[in-house]
């Protein structure tokens, strides 16, 4: 993912202080003689063991989501940081809780939390991320107003719950032939959509914005989540591996129900018979590719990504984002969705 | 555990209350095309499935307690039924992973959601019911007031956090030759008498009690759950079988670090050599335990057990519970702690 100055500038300005309202929030969790748990949590995060550094803490796209919707809706980033850090933990709450259920062994170039410390320590660890999150929510009430983070709270505990309902979606589908495309985007819609729907909304919220705009700037997270989905799904198939980092085709080789795989399957033609006649090697994953492309499966997903775009961006434009956060938005919102113009 | 009448009484009259309670917030978990994560919900609740019903439902002790301390605190119960049902989804929520972390088969004489569904979608589930326990604090509010609501919140997070630090310790020891006393009463309180403790605070919160009361019901529930404990820990080596419902000496031959084994162990003497020496079987484990006893462990932590079960009392009496409520809570504590007089 490329960046670009406005947003570089941004990130530099208010990582410090991000680093420190979640270095106080995880705090708490050694208090209680448990500087063992504190250890992997500073893991998970990036900041401890072995290649902890800036590539190990991932680019922290969420809570800058947060405190930019926050700046762009007239308010002051540092009021949303409480919030910025309540993202990052829940983010990092379901991609250990992910690893584990996905049996992940590498995440951001390290050894992920289940398999340095084993499963139970990991599953453990997840939920005290889970309530430092929590936590780290109730701080907000200190920066805004006790209504500000009453309503967080709703909102929160909505988020968290799409996120468990879009996770359960994504392991039931392992195990489903039929899968309907409306519960792809209910999948899509809890594991991807819904905390990046959240960020763009609860960093509105800190500034005080109009229930009408928060809605805006809530749509326009959640369309932005959507479109990257499908355009990570398109990346799945047809990518360049220097693109994605990671083999291209690979989703057909592990079977992944993505859109253009949904779409493939229903034409009931020589995708499907290709799809349901046994394993897919990785020379049949190319030979189906082919085939999905030449049934209009990835012009499908393209033109299912773009109108997802378009959602995006005129959600934002009708969020109006004030100043240079504004205008980093829609920077930071192009380059996410990849649109050429 | 034995019941007497008003308990029965206070548990009748309230269940449905606390059914309806429950059915209200779980029944989001169902509504993003998620049936499938209602049903693993209900599994754990003991309300569908194979032997559904009252045993497989539980006690419910820890969200009677709760609506026990409101009316005790001289509130109405029905104000305190949003964090009794909070708390009782915590607990189903720590129950389904510490089946997965300690690789437990049955729960309430039923197969574990993990053993009917499979890992990841029980860790997935377990997550699900902790977003719901905070959806169900967040209606506190509507039962109360913002600024109860806001506290009830702060004692919420604290408490997930100390549940987690408890099982952090509880798995650590696992694999800890050495575990010093100190650790042992860390994970305790963490583990089994944080809930109780918010059970009871959070109660007393929701009747408007002054802060000194809430303290004392806070107390009141720490110390029943680390004197309820201790008690447990002397019921698994030298409990009768018809008693516990489990094989009796069975925490020696799983070799689990229980307050007579820490102290028996600090004796460095034959308990310690036989702990020492090789697998504890069946046999082995009988004669380990009168070692054990004639070295003093069971007077040492009976007497342990007795200390906590006086502050327990002692705080209960400091919060001066009010009416018949006040009353239930006193039996109730003297049944828990197993106190003949």
Redesign the interface.
């Known amino acids: 993912m490329k960046e670009q100055s406005g947003f570089e500038k941004f990130s530099e300005l208010t990582r410090p202080a991000l680093r420190q309202e979640l270095e106080r929030v995880i705090a708490?969790?050694a208090?209680?003689?448990?500087p063992?748990?504190h250890e992997m949590i500073t893991y998970q995060l990036g900041w401890t063991g072995e290649n902890a550094g800036p590539k190990a803490e991932g680019k922290l796209i969420r809570p800058l989501l947060v405190l930019l919707a926050c700046e762009a809706g007239g308010g002051d980033w540092k009021n949303a940081l409480p919030s910025a850090a309540a993202v990052e933990l829940i983010h990092n709450?379901s991609l250990i809780?992910d690893d584990?259920?996905?049996d992940g062994d590498t995440r951001r170039g390290r050894p992920t939390v289940w398999k340095v410390w084993g499963?139970?320590?990991a599953?453990?660890?997840?939920?005290?991320i889970?309530?430092?999150a929590?936590?780290s929510l109730?701080n907000l009430?200190e920066r805004t107003s006790?209504?500000i983070?009453?309503q967080a709270?709703?909102i929160?505990?909505?988020t968290?719950?799409?996120?468990?309902?879009g996770?359960?979606?994504d392991?039931?589908f392992e195990y489903q032939d039929d899968v309907e495309l409306?519960?792809y985007w209910?999948m899509v819609?809890?594991k991807t959509a819904a905390l990046l729907a959240f960020s763009l909304e609860v960093g509105a919220l800190c500034a005080g914005v109009t229930p009408e705009i928060q809605a805006h700037f809530r749509d326009f997270g959640h369309y932005l989540g959507m479109s990257f989905q499908v355009q990570d799904d398109i990346l799945g198939i047809w990518g360049a591996e220097e693109q994605i980092g990671k083999s291209t085709i690979g989703d057909l080789v592990t079977r992944k129900k993505t859109l253009p795989v949904l779409f493939g399957l229903a034409q009931k033609n020589s995708f499907y018979e290709g799809w349901n006649a046994g394993e897919i090697t990785s020379e049949k994953a190319v030979v189906l590719s082919q085939i999905l492309q030449s049934e209009g499966g990835r012009a499908y997903a393209q033109s299912t990504a773009d109108r997802l775009t378009d959602l995006a961006l005129t959600a934002l434009e009708n969020a109006n984002p004030e100043g240079e956060a504004g205008d980093i938005l829609k920077e930071l919102a192009k380059i996410l969705l990849k649109r050429q113009d």
């Not at 208090?31 to 448990?34: D, K, R, Y």
């Not at 599953?123 to 005290?128: E, P, R, V």
């Not at 968290?160 to 309902?165: D, H, K, S, V």
Request: proline share 2%.
């Open positions: 708490a969790s208090e209680n003689g448990t063992g748990l709450f809780h584990i259920e996905d499963e139970a320590q599953i453990n660890t997840g939920d005290a889970f309530a430092l929590f936590a109730v009430v006790p209504e983070g009453l709270g709703r929160f505990h909505r968290c719950l799409r996120l468990t309902q996770q359960h979606l392991i039931s409306e519960s209910q819609g809890g």
